[in-house]
């Protein structure tokens, strides 16, 4: 069976600072990793996705994620936060066997940007 | 194009009714998935709709049930409701290309159970 755990359920960052938001999954082999944003009353929103290639993944608003097999970790980065991106944010999982979709999220972690 | 919409976006019912959720698919999308959202959680994985059929389904009781139409439009029903269904629900469609496809994901609908 698949995980995901997200360390730190809250994360504060002042404006202009570092995001870095920490994801590690638990998978017998390599899933497709996924970050999702989901802002107040609204579904998910896709931010990047892995599946194979580079590890090194860019997204939408700014956002990255690099894969590292060997940490089992998909941590997501901005180099400088803006107000807008106060969010939840949630890591997933999926198989990587044809035809099986299911995602598997970790808790969020959520994010408050200090003016 | 049309993104993936849910209807009600609020629903209150009480222990032992049931309820049914309405997901409308983004357009040219094969399949729904549904997800449930308790506060402070990650969305769990009810179940998966490929063209009609169920395609999957995750770690929830037989009286969580659904439906997909041939418009690829799907419910989700649930009976003897609970306590503990209260949750957002969400629904995502994507199209089975074969590929990674990016599941798209309505706003969902917030169920209070009393």
């Known amino acids: 069976a698949q995980s995901v755990t997200q360390l730190g359920s809250h994360v504060s960052v002042s404006e202009g600072a570092l995001v870095l938001l920490r994801c590690n999954y638990s998978s017998s082999v390599p899933p497709y990793l996924f970050w999702y944003v989901q802002y107040p009353n609204q579904g998910l929103q896709l931010l990047l996705k892995?599946?194979?290639?580079?590890?090194l993944v860019k997204g939408i608003n700014g956002f990255e994620a690099e894969f590292k097999k060997s940490e089992t970790s998909f941590h997501l980065t901005k180099p400088s936060a803006h107000m807008s991106d106060a969010a939840e944010y949630f890591c997933a999982v999926r198989p990587t066997n044809f035809g099986n979709e299911k995602l598997t999220f970790g808790t969020g972690t959520r994010l408050t940007i200090i003016p | 194009e049309t993104g993936v919409t849910q209807s009600p976006t609020h629903l209150i019912k009480t222990r032992g009714q049931q309820v049914t959720l309405r997901c409308s698919s983004q357009s040219g999308h094969n399949t729904v998935s549904w997800y449930q959202q308790a506060l402070g959680q990650g969305p769990q994985f009810i179940f998966q709709?490929?063209?009609?059929?169920?395609?999957g389904r995750g770690n929830f009781p037989p009286r969580f049930s659904g439906l997909q139409f041939p418009n690829y439009s799907s419910e989700l029903n649930v009976n003897a409701l609970e306590l503990d269904d209260s949750a957002l629900y969400l629904c995502?469609?994507?199209?089975?290309?074969?590929?990674?496809?990016?599941?798209?994901f309505g706003p969902g609908t917030r169920l209070t159970v009393l």
């Open positions: 709709y490929y063209r009609e059929e169920e395609n």
């Open positions: 995502a469609s994507s199209l089975d290309s074969g590929g990674v496809d990016e599941q798209f």
């Open positions: 892995y599946t194979t290639g580079a590890t």
